[in-house]
């Protein structure tokens, strides 16, 4: 490439987005990341793209919200333009309702779903049905329609096409040039603490599997702090676990199999299902877990996309779109709680 208008540094799902969303803008841009596309957490097994609960609300849960709405026409022109299906799908999700606290709490939270969720998606309280959906000791499930799936590889792998399709190749390395985006998980995190001697967030590990199962057309479950959630290609994918003190990045062991155990108790059609893979790895926590994005303090051209940790696919239509904005036009779109100087 002659010249570049912006480096993205990291091609896990905010480095390939915001690269996506900068093309579109007619910017030239180069992709490095040493280890290829979606090498971190990015290149898990989960994919549940769940919103937090509709009450106490803030800006981290407006934010997401739009991108939440916005995922559907995102992942659509993403596939258009590279042909490679991202496993997009709002196909909802199911959480049980343990106790009358909790029913009380959930009918509460239907009216503040109502009135924040701009009626575009729905929760609200029904009766616990057969099939594909938790046990319920009330006999109701909280069912809402804004929830999503998708595969965080082909997602990754969707965006790389599309980036390709517009003669954007992911390089091992490349010289910086242009603006920099620095969107490298949570060695980034580290490296930007270490960078402002402070502590800016860490990575916490996450165990979780894979069932062959077919229930494509099923929504999502969340059991026990345990999300289930159905893919477009066959396979459950359960997870997951939360370690913040780890000896290896990438190994599996018993908590994993513990997750494997719940999910086959929570849900009978998992109970005689195969285990196709499981999966490790270290995902991204800023300290005020919410992403952190916006300016590099103190190293100007330089921009800071990082801290997805568990809800980054969910985030990651809308932060593209802030981030181009800043990097692109200088327009500062970034919420309250989401900039570097917030963790500090």
């Avoid at 022109?77 to 909802?92: D, F, H, K, W």
């Avoid at 091992?172 to 580290?190: D, F, K, S, T, Y």
């Avoid at 270290?282 to 300016?295: F, S």
């Avoid at 921009?303 to 779109?321: D, H, R």
């Amino acid at each position: 490439m002659a010249s570049v208008d912006v480096t993205v540094r990291g091609a896990g799902i905010f480095g390939l987005s915001i690269a996506w969303a900068c093309v579109q803008r007619g910017a030239r841009v180069q992709v490095v990341d040493p280890f290829g596309a979606g090498a971190g957490s990015s290149g898990g097994l989960v994919g549940a793209l769940a919103p937090h609960v509709p009450e106490n609300w803030n800006a981290k849960k407006a934010f997401q919200l739009e991108s939440l709405l916005m995922a559907e026409g995102f992942w659509a022109g993403v596939q258009a333009a590279g042909g490679v299906s991202s496993g997009y799908g709002r196909t909802g999700r199911l959480q049980p309702i343990m106790d009358e606290n909790g029913l009380a709490l959930a009918r509460a939270r239907a009216e503040g779903a109502a009135e924040l969720w701009q009626g575009r998606a729905v929760w609200e309280v029904v009766p616990s049905a057969e099939g594909f959906s938790p046990a319920s000791p009330t006999g109701w499930v909280i069912r809402d329609t804004l929830s999503a799936r998708m595969h965080p590889r082909r997602a990754c792998a969707a965006l790389v096409a599309a980036l390709a399709a517009r003669g954007v190749e992911v390089q091992a390395e490349a010289p910086n040039a242009g603006a920099v985006v620095w969107a490298c998980g949570w060695r980034g995190l580290q490296a930007l603490s270490d960078a402002l001697e402070r502590k800016v967030g860490d990575g916490v590990k996450g165990q979780s599997a894979s069932f062959r199962c077919e229930a494509r057309e099923a929504p999502q479950l969340f059991v026990g702090g345990l999300h289930i959630v159905p893919h477009a290609d066959g396979t459950v994918a359960i997870g997951s676990t939360t370690e913040r003190e780890f000896s290896s990045e990438n190994s599996v062991d018993g908590g994993c199999e513990d997750l494997i155990a719940r999910a086959r108790e929570a849900l009978p059609a998992l109970r005689d299902a195969e285990v196709v893979e499981r999966w490790a790895g270290v995902r991204p926590r800023a300290r005020t877990r919410a992403p952190v994005l916006g300016e590099w303090p103190g190293r100007a051209g330089h921009f800071v996309a990082n801290g997805g940790f568990k809800i980054g696919f969910g985030m990651a239509p809308k932060v593209s779109e802030v981030m181009a904005d800043l990097v692109l036009d200088g327009r500062d779109q970034v919420p309250e709680g989401f900039r570097v100087e917030d963790c500090l």
